[in-house]
């Protein structure tokens, strides 16, 4: 392999290290053989830490005649029996060998109810280490100690050693009494290598060529074209994501689908690309806290995200909160600082350099979170972030926010101009007569909501018909899309009767304006849902400050749930959402509209398996069971026995209370209702239809407004630094 400049030796120098440090590890092959050079942390700490460190450890509540052999401070203490715990090259004058060989019953070496005691030759090696002048003391944790390049291991076998990892494995095979196998054949060399770098056995190609291949560099070439595969950053990056304990789901409560994977994938660029090991760490550790982050720097912090979440609705969020801390300090733990952090979760550690404090002082950092402690079973539990798919996407999506700022003035502007035609039109307008509503294929049920007085109300339900609110005393207030509109209470909602009996292969579309109350927590705008024997049936509902669909069938059937995102219901404003479904039985299958605008959602369930028909009325307002849309108000409901497209959500959300303004008389207009029609008649100029046939449109609709498009971008959402 041909060297690699010192300025990107990075994660590919990382794994030649791991394995110089495996070559020379007693973990492996035992410790260092008699008469060799002995060190304290290889091969002496492990003896103390089994034996020892239980009495004369951490632990200052076991800690026996105040010895500590954990601390550079504890190896200087003086000793009970007055003699220094170790005199370099004399082992008799030491008192940590004297009292290992002791034959004394009341000092004995180890206490009498000991689970193991050292073997003769385990103390023979102590001794040997002493008499070697005790090398590595006073020596801090292994995992604080700076790596330092160990001097080659001499050889005579100069034709057998090629490189300097060569003479490491020579030395431990000779140790081993194991002389070096012969060179095998360049199919298996083909073979091993192709393993080894990409986890993929070679290609017939890839090996009929490097058997050919007759040039010097053959070996070293190989290895660069199989470093220069993605194929090396994917089998490099699956143990670094095993450290990083990366999942598809979230490992909790139901186990739901975890939208991570572009973590997962900058993990694989940055083996590929050679990304330098301390920025590799500092961005998966902290890089949403580096000046102006990148998007990559940002998805790089994916590392935090890792952790199992929940939304069991019985967990205390508290409790979850301080495990998603503890989980994030323990990984750095095992992860970064070769420390079992986790042990000092309950108690000063036993063994390495963290006391309980330094834990939980550490937990405080990671706490210093935006996560929710449920992760609503979404695959894009918040906070999360949009990364484009591809650097065209970036590049438009980029684009994207100053294309719209030099527009939107021209549509102020024009709205500015056009002030004066518009009073002059609206005064020539009279009592403009045009239809009562945008026809759509498909309309089902539609209730206006707007008779203002009483308690009867008249809706379509493939005719018009009256029905009556489930109290005489029904308060009607000004300032609905239609005029004035219901307020939704404990006794007054409305019950329109078997209408909307939908099954889960059916397509539909429903909704309605709403205005919600403040405080209210969650209440069903319309739907068909039987409580009294688990939910069944589907709804549109408002919870937690985002709107929701639901359909569900008998247990064991499952249920479907999606809601949408960024706290989109908005109290005190009067909003018009509306689902649509595709029939397929997936949570995939919905989409929800909040005014006229397609908005990001989170799937909460997706298993529907059964049917959703149940015997519970159509409800505007509350769920059968008496769960209410308490002080809410609703208008046009409008419910479609087909799947709309974008163009008429938007259509119904911009005309429907533009056939109410102009259907008023003049002097029933409000200052809202006209300014509504500038609005939309100023942005309808501005993208390219004038007056004349705008005015035009507005008295026929024989089409779905033209909706404002972009050229589609590809996304997927990455979980964001919590």
Known sequence: MKHLPQSVAGLRLLWLGVLICTLSSPARFGAAAAGTGLQYDRDIKPL???????????????????????????????????????VSGKPEQSALFNRLVSTNKGAPSSPVDAHQVL???????????????????????????????????????????????????????????????????????????????????PTVEQVEAFVSDTSPGYYEDFVDR???????????????????????????????????????????QAFNRNLPYDRFITEQLAGDLLPAPTDEQLVATGFQRCAMSTNEG???????????????????????????????????????????????????????????????????????????????????????????????????????????????????????????????????????????????????VGKQRRFTATTEEVDWLLGGPLGAAPVITDETHFEIGNYAAFERTNQFTFGAWVRLATGVAFGAVVGRMEMEKGPVGWDLCQFGGDFSVHLSGRS???????????????????????????????????????DGVKVP?????????????????LRIGSRTGGIVLEDAQVQDVRIYGRELSADEIVSLHAFTPLHHYL????????????????????????????WPQWTARISSFPKPWPAWKSNEVSFKRAVQPP
């Open 48 to 86: 103390l830490v089994a034996h020892c460190f239980a009495c004369h450890g951490q632990d200052a509540g076991k800690r026996q005649a105040g010895l500590r052999l954990d601390t550079q401070t504890g190896w200087g203490a003086q000793t009970q029996s007055r003699l220094p715990l170790v």
């Open 119 to 201: 073997k003769p030759e385990q103390v023979d090696r102590i001794r040997l280490w002493i008499a070697q002048g005790a090398p590595g003391l006073p020596a801090p944790h292994w995992a604080f100690l700076k790596p330092v390049r160990p001097p080659l291991p001499a050889s005579r076998d100069r034709e057998w050693v090629r490189n300097p990892v060569d003479a490491f494995v020579l030395e431990r095979l000779k140790a081993r009494g194991i002389a070096p196998a012969p060179e095998a054949d360049r199919r298996t060399l083909a073979r091993r290598l192709s393993l080894d770098l990409t986890g993929l056995p």
């Open 226 to 268: 199989l470093l220069a595969s993605p194929h090396w950053g994917e089998h490099r990056g699956r143990t670094w994501l095993d450290a990083a304990r990366y999942a598809d789901t979230h490992g909790l409560h139901f186990d739901s689908y975890r939208e991570i994977w572009p973590y997962r994938n900058w993990v694989i």
């Open 314 to 460: 019985g967990s205390m969020d508290e409790e979850h909160m301080a495990l998603y801390a503890a989980d994030r300090v323990q990984t750095l733990g095992w992860v970064f600082l070769g420390l079992t952090a986790n042990c000092a979760a309950c108690h000063d550690h036993k063994f390495d350099p963290l006391t309980m404090k330094d834990f939980y002082s550490l937990a405080a950092f990671f706490r210093n979170t935006t996560q929710d402690t449920k992760d609503n079973n979404a695959k894009d539990a918040t906070p999360s972030m949009l990364v484009p798919m591809s650097g065209k996407d970036a590049s438009r999506w980029a684009a994207l926010p100053e294309e719209i700022a030099t527009l939107r003035p021209q549509v102020d502007s024009r709205r500015r101009v056009a002030t004066a035609d518009f009073k002059d039109w609206l005064a020539r307008l009279g009592n403009f007569k045009m239809m009562a509503d945008p026809q759509f294929p498909g309309l089902l049920v539609n209730i206006p909501l707007s008779e203002g007085t009483g308690h009867q109300i008249t809706g379509y």
């Open 556 to 594: 064991p059937s499952g249920s479907i749930k999606v809601s949408t995102t960024g706290k989109q219901a908005k109290a005190g404003r009067w909003q018009h959402v509306f689902a649509t479904y595709d029939g397929s039985g997936k949570a995939a299958g919905i989409t929800l509209y909040v």
């Open 601 to 617: 959602t989170k799937v909460n369930s997706d298993r529907l398996t059964g049917s959703i028909r149940t015997k519970a009325p």
């Open 663 to 690: 259907r008023l008389e003049p002097e029933q207009r409000t200052k809202i209702h006209n300014g509504t029609v500038h609005r939309h008649s100023a942005s309808a100029q501005c993208i390219g239809t004038g």
